[in-house]
């Protein structure tokens, strides 16, 4: 599992200090990109999504996402966004991202990224060290 920590900052929030529902989406984006640049350092790549799709031509895309929001984040929190695999596919990833404070749950999303090349825009698989990189994280 993956955990990246992220601050509620005014900008982020409603008048009444609660977290616009959008905004767990830009979290959990903020989590899996510092997943990848974890990866891609394991890999001896320079620690950017760049250089991974100049490497392999490859880029992920948000194929889908479902999100359930069960607890408001409020301004100021601290929350910590845990990445996990749920599935896994030739041409795609499915990550479970809980988005918590603390103990608390506050919202769980269930995002299907795919694989594609990044010059065609086509389908293309996950490479064969990309998973157990992920996993070892």
Not at 53 to 59: E, P, Q, R, T, V
Not at 121 to 127: A, F, H, N, Q, S
Request: charged residues 25%; glycine residues 4%.
């Amino acid at each position: 599992m993956h955990s990246f920590n992220i601050r509620v900052y005014y900008s982020d929030t409603d008048c009444g200090g609660i977290v616009y529902h959008a905004r767990y989406l830009d979290f959990a984006e903020h989590a899996r990109t510092e997943l990848l640049r974890e990866v891609a350092q394991k890999q001896d790549l320079d620690g950017s999504q760049s250089s991974m799709i100049d490497l392999g031509k490859m880029a992920f895309v948000v194929k889908s996402i479902t999100v359930d929001y069960q607890k408001p984040g409020r301004l100021d929190d601290l929350l910590e966004v845990c990445t996990e695999i749920e599935s896994e596919k030739r041409f795609s990833i499915t990550f479970i991202q809980t988005v918590k404070r603390g103990d608390e749950v506050l919202c769980v999303l269930k995002v299907r990224v795919a694989s594609i090349n990044s010059e065609t825009l086509r389908p293309t698989p996950l490479p064969s060290w990309f998973s157990p990189a992920v996993h070892a994280l």
